[in-house]
Every structure is written in structure tokens, then in C-alpha cells.
């Protein structure tokens, strides 16, 4: 840990440690910093070879940050297992989507897919997409994966869950449990946000469990809806409850600090109690809560621009690059990278690209 004064003598910079980003010009892996600033603020300061060097800020508040951090343990929320690609389709068109899938690519064959899990050590495995539920032969790539010994969780939106017998369909083949996309009203279309609870509906009556229900927030007044949807519906969940702030490759509107002391703020309007999960898995991008006492993961995911590959070195994991088991953060960004041309010629930077230093400042979303 060091510091240095920049600019001024009132302007002071502490190096807290030193660690790894990616450039997100051409997403290198590349030397970088994370520093305490004057103002509370983290930021990440790193430096590409080919395309100079950036500062980002990476949580509005070093001490809420530090703090959570200082909780790490191993309780919940953990994750899952190791999440499973199998469809770039998807049934609806998200306004942010964590994946933001390639829908015109070709579906890989179960065959293909059990090649995949063959070359995964987790015993745990979580189907996702796009949207998995598109795919006819779901059944069949359920039963395969269990008869491997292991788990199987479906991540879904849940629109397909509004059709009757549906969710008895799959745990017949063998599905454990969902992780239930539902956000709020305003997220998608009204028809798709009633066709979601029309399927809770269903869920609730079927044997099929929900280990957790995922809302995402875009602006600060949603908050109370969603705390509103999280008291409807925290009987039927088994793990709790996923909060995450809107994924943009370029941008992101919360952080976690952000998002804590909204939810905290409404929960002791109501009377309630939002606090830190003790002895919780945490890091700048994940931290648990407790909600009157149901966990809640809030989440705020990094992007190449602000990714610390330190902390991508822990779970979730994922299989959605051919031949790659990693951490799912990583993967998504190494995602990015290949689709902006790492495999037509375009990683490295031109001879002659100019170097320079960018301070980039994050547009955050905290009004209606």
C-alpha cells in the first residue's frame, strides 16, 4: 500500500494493491491499480501497451466496499455450479441482458453439450442461455446431464413456466430447481411482465422449486416495487433473492453501495431491516444480504472496463467458451472481446496507434 499526491496537495491518491484488468480496446490482459482517492471513491487505473492508460471509478464508497469485503466467508449465496450455454435464442428481448447472446448462431447438439460438461469438475450444473426453455429438447438434455451423476438448475426468464404442465414437464426429466428472471413492470412489456407472474402462479402449485427469483434495477423509484415483489413472493423461494444493477458494456448505473443503501433506505421506511449477511461470500461486485432475514445477493456486474481479474479468479463459473471453464465475469468479457474481431485479425492494435490516457466518467442512473 502506497500513496502519492496528484494535482494538488488536497488531492490525495492511495494505492491499495496492485492487480490485472483487461485493456477494453483490445482486451489484453494488462498491469493495474486500485486506488482510494480523496473523495471516498475506488477507482482502477491501468495501462495498455497499445492503447494507453485509463482511470475508472469502480464503487462510489471505499468504506461500504472495504467493509463488505471484510465480512468474506462461505455462507450463502454461493453459487449454483457452473453455468452451461446451451442456446443463443431467446423468446424475449431484454432491454439489458447480462449475456446478450448472438441469436442468429446455430443451437450446439446434445452431443456437443455433454462434450462440454464432460470437462467440467463441478458437480453442479446450470442450464442457461439465451433462453434454454426455447429449446425442444430440453427434456433430453436434462435427463443426459443427470445421468452423468451431477445437478441440474435451469436459469430462465420464465415465460415458458405460464404454459400448464410445463414445469412438471421438466422436473419429470430430472430438473432440481429454476433461478427465475422476473425484474419489474416496467422492465419489458406489460403482457411479459404478467405472463412472468402468471407462471409464479404455476410454479407455486407445481414440485418444481425456485432456488431464487433475480430483479434488476434501472432507476432509483423501482426500488420499492421490487421490495414489493420480494414481500409477495419470498414464500416460494428456497434461496432468496438476486438484485443486480443493468449490465452495459460500456456503462454501469449502480453500484452496490449505491443499491444497499437504496434497498436499505426503503426497507426501514417500511419498517424492515436490510443488513450485511454475516460471514457472506463477498466481493466488489456481489455482496449478501438479509432482507427481514431472506438472503439477497446484490450485484452489480463488472465490465471490461472495470473487471479486477483478481477477483474473477472466484465463482460463479461458466462454460460458455468452447474448451474454457471460468469464471463467469471473465468469460462474458472475453465474450466481448472475441465478438469485436479477436479471431479476424483486430485483438492487436495497428502499429502506430496512438497511446494516451483516458479518465472515463460513469453516466449513473439514480433518477426516474
Avoid at 477494453?24 to 493495474?32: D, K, L, N, S, Y
Avoid at 443486480?244 to 431491516?273: C, I, M, N, Q, W
Avoid at 456486474?301 to 467458451?321: Q, Y
Wanted: proline share 6%; hydrophobic share 35%.
Amino acid at each position: 500500500m502506497s500513496s502519492e499526491q496528484t494535482g494538488s496537495e488536497s488531492h490525495q491518491t492511495e494505492i491499495l494493491y496492485e492487480t490485472a484488468s483487461m485493456c477494453h480496446v483490445c482486451f489484453r490482459e494488462i498491469p493495474a491499480e486500485v486506488l482510494l482517492e480523496s473523495d471516498g471513491a475506488l477507482y482502477m487505473r491501468k495501462t495498455c501497451s497499445r492503447h494507453g492508460s485509463t482511470k475508472i471509478m469502480i464503487e462510489r464508497d471505499a468504506e461500504f466496499c472495504l467493509q463488505a469485503q471484510e465480512s468474506f466467508g462461505t455462507k450463502w449465496p454461493r453459487p449454483l455450479g457452473t453455468l452451461v450455454e446451451i442456446t443463443n435464442r431467446c423468446n424475449n428481448s431484454c432491454p439489458s441482458c447480462y449475456h446478450r447472446p448472438q441469436r442468429g448462431l446455430p443451437d450446439p447438439t446434445l452431443s456437443d453439450i455433454m462434450v462440454r460438461i464432460t470437462g467440467i469438475p463441478d458437480p453442479d450444473i446450470v442450464l442457461m442461455g439465451g433462453e434454454p426453455t426455447v429449446r425442444q429438447d430440453l427434456p433430453d438434455i436434462i435427463r443426459a446431464i443427470r445421468q452423468t451423476g451431477r445437478n441440474v438448475v435451469l436459469a430462465t426468464n420464465g415465460l415458458r413456466f405460464a404454459e400448464p404442465g410445463y414445469a412438471d414437464m421438466v422436473a419429470k426429466s430430472g430438473l432440481q430447481a429454476i433461478g427465475f428472471s422476473l425484474h419489474h413492470p416496467e422492465y419489458s412489456s406489460e403482457g411479459v411482465f404478467k405472463r412472468k407472474l402468471q407462471a409464479l402462479a404455476l410454479l407455486a402449485e407445481s414440485a418444481l422449486p425456485v432456488e431464487h427469483i433475480a430483479f434488476s434495477v434501472q432507476h432509483e423509484c423501482q426500488v420499492p416495487g421490487i421490495l414489493d415483489l420480494m414481500d409477495s413472493t419470498k414464500g416460494m423461494v428456497v434461496g432468496g433473492f438476486r438484485i443486480r444493477s443493468t449490465h452495459a458494456p460500456e456503462v454501469v448505473p449502480f453500484f452496490v453501495s449505491d443499491l444497499y443503501k437504496l434497498l436499505k433506505a426503503e426497507s426501514e421506511r417500511r419498517g424492515g431491516r436490510f443488513e450485511f449477511f454475516p460471514g457472506c461470500e463477498n466481493n466488489r461486485h456481489a455482496v449478501g444480504f438479509l432482507y427481514n432475514g431472506v438472503p439477497v445477493w446484490v450485484l452489480s456486474w463488472p465490465t471490461n472496463l472495470t473487471i479486477d481479474l483478481s477477483i474473477a479468479r472466484g465463482g460463479p463459473m461458466a462454460a460458455i467458451l468452447d474448451g474454457v471453464h471460468t469464471q463467469i465475469w471473465r468469460g462474458l468479457c472475453i465474450q466481448d472481446g472475441i465478438r469485436h474481431g479477436w479471431f479476424a485479425g483486430h485483438r492487436i492494435a495497428h502499429e502506430g496507434s496512438a497511446v494516451s490516457f483516458t479518465e472515463i466518467t460513469q453516466p449513473v442512473g439514480l433518477c426516474c
